[in-house]
């Protein structure tokens, strides 16, 4: 199994993002509701960087605002 799979389940018809149901996010917060997976995240960064690291010894990744302002989302690829 692919590691980003680890990261979506479907448990009796219930999607599970890192064993959080999708379900209950809806009822506490209402849709439509836009959910991350921070493991998810991290996983896509590094596979991009490691991807780089074979060909360049000094590079940035550069991730542009306009493709999503969320700031949590944000200082997790800062850091």
Same mark, same amino acid.
Do not use: C, Q
């Given at each position: 199994?692919? #590691?980003?799979?680890?990261? &979506?389940?479907?448990? /009796?018809?219930?999607?599970?993002? =890192? !064993?959080?149901?999708? $379900?209950?996010? *809806?009822? #506490?917060?209402?849709?439509? &509701?836009?959910?991350? /997976?921070?493991?998810?995240?991290? =996983? !896509?960064?590094?596979? $991009?960087?490691? *991807?780089? #690291?074979?060909?360049?010894?000094?590079?940035?990744?550069?991730?542009?605002?306009?493709?999503?302002?969320?700031?949590?989302?944000?200082?997790?690829? #800062?850091?």
């Amino acid at each position: 199994m692919h #590691k980003a799979e680890n990261h &979506l389940k479907n448990k /009796s018809g219930i999607l599970f993002v =890192e !064993n959080v149901s999708t $379900l209950s996010l *809806a009822e #506490k917060y209402n849709t439509p &509701l836009y959910v991350y /997976s921070e493991s998810r995240i991290k =996983e !896509n960064y590094n596979n $991009l960087f490691n *991807a780089f #690291k074979k060909y360049y010894d000094k590079f940035k990744i550069y991730y542009s605002i306009k493709a999503n302002d969320n700031l949590e989302i944000l200082k997790l690829l #800062k850091n």
